[in-house]
């Protein structure tokens, strides 16, 4: 894959796998981080020695301004993968307006900043593919965490109605619904939690960053695949 590819939210997690794995695969790999960026640095300087290109941008990407900057340096954007998020466990009672604007920036408004950011060059050459990190409380909703799940189902929202407008141009877009997976996101589980979750997993085990990376290289490399939902769960939610 000689792509252009821009991952958001690379420095932990899902993100970090996605950045270490489209690296491998051949990609140039822009790497956005916000605070965390000594993982990337390492990241970068061992991809150097392997060949591989990766390299770490700075970003707050809700906000505007910073995106621009973004997309000023990665300019020729194949492969955008939304993947920064945050989470947070509340009862809907207690939310905040500002629980719920803060939720809404990180995991929905930065998916709108950055694919427009990405666009005019996707239009320019006929061809992209934007994929978008959601979650299955996006498609079957979580209680407190209402304002996570409405933000998921917005992405998903998202992901159906720009296929629509951008496949005629050549932009794929679609969309991951990861279940339980092994990151600082969830590293506030007890062990009950932990259990009870595999329990209701089929496939049980929780989910590993490298299977959502996975997911994600599949439907980079998929050309006939857009505004699709992709569960990867271990049949947590069917
Ligand atoms: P994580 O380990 O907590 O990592 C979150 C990433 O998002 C970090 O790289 C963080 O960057 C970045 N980020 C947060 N706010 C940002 C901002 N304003 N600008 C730029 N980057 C920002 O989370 P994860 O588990 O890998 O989650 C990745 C995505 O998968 C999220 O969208 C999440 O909702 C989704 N997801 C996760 C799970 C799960 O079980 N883990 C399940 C379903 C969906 P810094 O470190 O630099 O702050």
Redesign the pocket.
């Known amino acids: 894959m000689e792509r252009n590819v821009l991952i958001?939210?690379?420095?932990?997690?899902?993100?970090?796998a996605a950045a270490v794995l489209f690296a491998r695969e051949g990609g140039r790999v822009y790497a956005?981080?916000?605070?965390?960026y000594e993982p990337l640095r390492l990241l970068a300087e061992s991809c150097a020695r392997e060949g591989q290109t990766l390299i770490p941008v700075q970003?707050?990407?809700?906000v505007k301004k910073e995106v621009d900057a973004l997309f000023a340096l990665a300019n020729k954007t194949d492969v955008l993968i939304n993947?920064?998020?945050?989470?947070q466990t509340k009862e809907f009672t207690q939310l905040s307006e500002a629980d719920w604007d803060n939720m809404l920036a990180?995991?929905l408004k930065?998916a709108f900043l950055c694919s427009q950011a990405a666009l005019p060059y996707m239009l320019r050459v006929k061809r992209g593919c934007i994929i978008n990190?959601?979650?299955?409380w996006g498609v079957a909703g979580a209680s407190c965490e209402a304002h996570y799940s409405a933000a998921?189902a917005g992405l998903i929202g998202l992901t159906k109605a720009l296929a629509k407008e951008l496949g005629p141009s050549g932009i794929r877009v679609n969309c991951i619904a990861?279940?339980?997976?092994d990151?600082?996101?969830?590293s506030a589980l007890t062990q009950a939690e932990r259990s009870s979750l595999v329990e209701a997993t089929p496939l049980g085990r929780t989910g590993l960053?490298q299977d959502?990376a996975r997911a994600a290289l599949f439907l980079a490399a998929s050309d006939f695949i857009t505004g699709e939902v992709l569960n990867v769960n271990g049949g947590f939610y069917i």
């Open positions: 958001t939210g690379a420095s932990r997690g899902i993100g970090y956005n981080y916000h605070k965390t970003a707050d990407v809700t993947n920064a998020g945050i989470a990180v995991n930065s990190i959601a979650s299955v998921k990861p279940g339980v997976i990151t600082d996101m969830n960053p959502i």
